[in-house]
């Protein structure tokens, strides 16, 4: 989403750090131009003004253009103004802390994507927070909205209730209540209806809802794709219903991020919640400090660690440790590292949480490479035999067009796969060398996890980094704050 404005920031920061000193007029062009940007990206004027004021009057201090790194002083400034603009240092969480059955509402136009943020949330309440959800449709005038619901429920193994013909919301609110109740349920969730706009009817409506079921939360669902309009919405609603929080949809959308920027400062209201795709399990809690990471190309490095977390089979990701403490990488070891990738998002979504991948991104998409690229390398190695894959030497010329011809790809296809395979074979041997996964995680400045320090060359700001990518190391991640999983598997030898 925040692509096009990274990219015309990270121009104009380029220029900065650049520069081994700064004047004060260098630091107003360059706000001029993170002005346009930001205004180009949809941003609500006055958030532009309050933004570029609180950063100009920051970075034109003594204390920064006399500083040993302007540049990188004012890329500082920008992030943590950044951050509150988003929201704050600490994400906004759900309020649950009431009697059960605690209560969320939400509301929201028609097409805005209510019914599947109402399944993804109660799913998320369900695996991550251990809370035994109900979920209730309010809505009885677009068709098929609670069969849809129902539908959903099943998908996400979440409760619903059963629907009656021709009940009203308000009485279906009463029932919901009820039946939260009889089911000992924590949280009950209603899905209201919709309008094309907002008008005074759905506003009565909602506000009956609210008098009969006394939400604990009242959460708005906008469509992040329409940009300026998703805040004139979500003005709206506040100015009629008591909002407690915003879930924006299609955040993996191509806008141009304007109503991200603008939610908080024009609502009040905290950004709970972040649809990123279509599945019901594409769904994160909002950290501001995370997205302005990702807007300003400094990646998103805990995001990255938690797909990984929920990615890896932990007891596919012990035998690999165990084979790679060994120097032992085979065929069958590559391809569940790229069924790993394709389900932690595939190629575009890692290299966007990468720190200083921002140019391997775009080289990526210039050459027309994609996440088939996955699913193409994954149907070659399908078509060797067992024999094939623990024993890559046995391709010769012969068998490699045997598999050519069964995975539908060119020779020259499976012979970069193979190329691929020796490097990576490599990198192991060259791994137990160090003293397996401990000596790599040392490498990191973390001992046996990934502290501070870093291996030389990552370009730009973020956890170590790569031989030869260039550029130089930063801030690592606390081994404490990994999940436990992947926390064992860095501290195996």
Same mark, same amino acid.
């Given at each position: 989403?925040f692509?096009?404005l990274?990219?015309r920031l990270?121009t104009?920061?380029?220029r900065?750090k650049? !520069?081994?000193?700064?004047?004060? +007029?260098d630091?107003?062009d360059?706000? =001029?131009?993170? =002005?346009?940007a930001?205004l180009?990206?949809?941003?609500a004027?006055?958030?532009?003004?309050?933004f570029?004021?609180?950063?100009?009057e920051?970075?034109?201090?003594?204390?920064?253009?006399r500083s040993?790194?302007?540049?990188q002083q004012?890329?500082k400034?920008?992030?943590?103004?950044?951050?509150?603009?988003?929201?704050?240092d600490?994400p906004?969480?759900?309020?649950?802390d009431?009697k059960?059955?605690?209560?969320?509402m939400?509301?929201?136009?028609?097409?805005?994507?209510?019914?599947?943020?109402?399944a993804?949330?109660?799913?998320?309440l369900?695996?991550?927070?251990?809370?035994?959800?109900l979920?209730?449709?309010l809505d009885?005038?677009?068709p098929?909205?609670?069969?849809q619901?129902?539908?959903?429920?099943q998908?996400v193994?979440?409760?619903?209730?059963?629907?009656?013909?021709?009940?009203q919301?308000?009485?279906?609110a =009463?029932?919901a209540?009820?039946?939260?109740?009889?089911?000992?349920a924590d949280v009950?969730?209603?899905?209201t209806?919709g309008?094309?706009?907002v008008d005074?009817?759905?506003?009565a409506e909602?506000?009956?809802?609210?008098?009969?079921s006394?939400p604990?939360e009242v959460l708005?669902?906008?469509d992040s &794709?329409t940009?300026?309009?998703a805040?004139?919405v979500?003005k709206s609603f506040t100015?009629e219903v008591?909002?407690?929080?915003?879930?924006l949809?299609?955040?993996?959308?191509?806008a141009r991020?304007?109503?991200?920027?603008s939610? !908080?400062?024009?609502?009040?209201?905290?950004?709970?919640?972040?649809?990123?795709?279509?599945?019901?399990? %594409?769904i994160e809690?909002?950290d501001?400090?995370?997205?302005?990471?990702r807007?300003?190309?400094m990646?998103d490095v805990?995001?990255?660690?938690e797909?990984a977390?929920?990615?890896?089979n932990?007891?596919? %990701?012990? %035998?690999l440790?165990?084979?790679?403490?060994?120097g032992?990488?085979?065929?069958?070891d590559?391809? @569940? +590292? &790229?069924?790993?990738?394709q389900n @932690?998002?595939?190629l575009?979504?890692?290299?966007?949480?990468?720190?200083g991948?921002?140019?391997?991104?775009a080289?990526?998409a210039?050459?027309?490479?994609d996440?088939?690229? &996955?699913?193409? @390398?994954d149907?070659?190695?399908g078509?060797m035999?067992?024999?094939? !894959?623990?024993n890559?030497?046995?391709?010769?010329?012969?068998?490699?067009?045997?598999?050519?011809?069964?995975s539908g !790809?060119?020779?020259q $296809?499976?012979?970069?796969? &193979?190329k691929?395979?020796? $490097?990576m074979?490599?990198a192991m041997k +060259?791994i137990?060398?160090?003293?397996?996964?401990?000596?790599?995680?040392a490498?990191?400045?973390?001992g046996?996890g990934m502290?501070g320090g870093?291996?030389?060359?990552?370009?730009?700001?973020?956890?170590?980094?790569?031989?030869g990518? *260039?550029?130089k190391?930063?801030? *690592?991640v606390d081994p404490?704050?990994?999940?436990p999983d992947?926390r064992?598997?860095l501290?195996n030898?």
């Amino acid at each position: 989403m925040f692509d096009n404005l990274s990219d015309r920031l990270g121009t104009v920061f380029d220029r900065l750090k650049g !520069r081994g000193a700064l004047s004060e +007029q260098d630091v107003r062009d360059a706000m =001029r131009e993170v =002005r346009i940007a930001l205004l180009e990206a949809d941003v609500a004027l006055p958030v532009v003004r309050r933004f570029i004021d609180s950063v100009t009057e920051k970075a034109i201090g003594q204390d920064v253009l006399r500083s040993v790194t302007p540049g990188q002083q004012v890329v500082k400034i920008v992030n943590d103004e950044l951050v509150e603009m988003l929201g704050g240092d600490e994400p906004a969480t759900l309020n649950l802390d009431a009697k059960p059955p605690v209560v969320i509402m939400m509301v929201g136009l028609q097409g805005s994507g209510k019914t599947t943020s109402t399944a993804k949330i109660a799913r998320l309440l369900k695996e991550k927070h251990g809370k035994k959800a109900l979920m209730a449709s309010l809505d009885v005038n677009r068709p098929a909205a609670q069969e849809q619901l129902a539908v959903l429920g099943q998908q996400v193994s979440v409760a619903t209730l059963p629907i009656i013909e021709g009940q009203q919301p308000v009485d279906i609110a =009463r029932r919901a209540m009820e039946s939260a109740r009889l089911q000992s349920a924590d949280v009950l969730l209603l899905d209201t209806a919709g309008r094309l706009h907002v008008d005074e009817a759905l506003m009565a409506e909602m506000k009956a809802v609210a008098g009969v079921s006394s939400p604990m939360e009242v959460l708005l669902v906008v469509d992040s &794709l329409t940009g300026q309009d998703a805040v004139n919405v979500a003005k709206s609603f506040t100015d009629e219903v008591p909002l407690t929080g915003v879930v924006l949809t299609r955040m993996d959308g191509d806008a141009r991020g304007g109503a991200a920027l603008s939610m !908080r400062y024009v609502t009040g209201k905290p950004i709970k919640f972040a649809g990123t795709g279509e599945k019901l399990d %594409a769904i994160e809690a909002f950290d501001a400090k995370r997205v302005a990471g990702r807007i300003l190309g400094m990646g998103d490095v805990v995001s990255l660690v938690e797909k990984a977390a929920a990615a890896v089979n932990q007891e596919d %990701a012990e %035998a690999l440790a165990r084979k790679m403490a060994k120097g032992q990488f085979d065929l069958d070891d590559l391809r @569940m +590292q &790229l069924r790993q990738m394709q389900n @932690m998002g595939g190629l575009g979504m890692l290299a966007g949480m990468m720190p200083g991948m921002k140019k391997a991104k775009a080289a990526m998409a210039s050459s027309g490479m994609d996440d088939k690229v &996955l699913v193409h @390398m994954d149907a070659i190695i399908g078509s060797m035999t067992r024999k094939e !894959r623990a024993n890559p030497a046995l391709l010769n010329a012969k068998r490699k067009k045997r598999v050519a011809a069964g995975s539908g !790809r060119q020779v020259q $296809e499976i012979n970069k796969v &193979l190329k691929m395979h020796q $490097e990576m074979s490599r990198a192991m041997k +060259q791994i137990k060398k160090m003293g397996g996964l401990k000596g790599l995680g040392a490498m990191f400045g973390g001992g046996g996890g990934m502290g501070g320090g870093g291996i030389p060359g990552m370009d730009g700001p973020g956890p170590g980094g790569l031989p030869g990518m *260039g550029g130089k190391k930063g801030p *690592g991640v606390d081994p404490n704050t990994l999940p436990p999983d992947l926390r064992k598997l860095l501290e195996n030898k």
